[in-house]
């Protein structure tokens, strides 16, 4: 708790995010980290390996920009800085760790960047309670010039956590089936905008829950609320060995990587 604490104290948030409740958020994912943290490595080495992978075969070594960097946890940092002549670390919260290695390397800053740009739309109507028109995703806007290299970083799944839930929190009566379209809009505007954000697109994210007991699966859930991804390279991320969410059961997610994002659309159209 007083770990938690003092790690909220030397976070940089903004007021947005913070009111959503994302600032929290990112303090519970490192406290589960530091619980989890040997069933996580497996899944945060591959993620690495992955993005390090993709990086080396961009032809490009201008900006590289990481969009979800939160922890750095499954950033291979000293990597991308020796590569790129500019790493920017983008995301609404950086932890100590991030604003960290951005002194400790000089061609590395960080960006406070909502990848939804709703944030703000989505607090207006969370404070006048009112039920609608929601706002219609719309891809984002980064500042400077186009990226070499992008990566989305298990990211994907969250973005529609806080908005949702605070919308379905303090809307007056909210319409579950708008909701349900929001989310999913989300997902599809971030997979639109990372076909065209930059010269070379790497995205990681995970995209199914499956809730494992000792008969077998218990539950599967859509994290991508029906939005589908590219082909990649799929492996599993146990995020909750028991009994950390439950006593009876594992939580895994199904985690696919996909190194070239333009290249892996092109394939399937
Ligand atoms: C599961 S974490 C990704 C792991 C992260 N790379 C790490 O090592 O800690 C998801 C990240 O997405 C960020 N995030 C959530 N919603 C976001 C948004 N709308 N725009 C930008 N970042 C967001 C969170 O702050 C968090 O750092």
Known sequence: MLRDFLDSLVMSCGAAARRLGLMSSSVLLAARHRRCRAAWEPHLARTRELVARAAADCPGRGLAVVVGSGHLLDVPLDELAARFRQVVLADVVHPWSARRAARRLPNVSLLEFDVTGLHPAVLRLCRDRVRAPLPAPAPPVLPGPRPDFLVSLNLLSQITIRPVSALREHLAD?????????????????????????????????????????????????LLHGAALPPGEDWEWLLAPRPEARADADILHLVRGVPNYSAAVTHIE
């Open 174 to 222: 909210p319409d579950e089936e708008a909701l349900k379209a929001l989310a999913r809009g989300l997902v599809e505007a971030h997979l639109a905008w990372l076909s065209v954000a930059a010269e070379r697109v790497c995205l990681v994210s995970d995209y199914l829950r499956v809730v494992r007991g000792n008969a077998g699966e218990l539950a599967r859930i859509d």
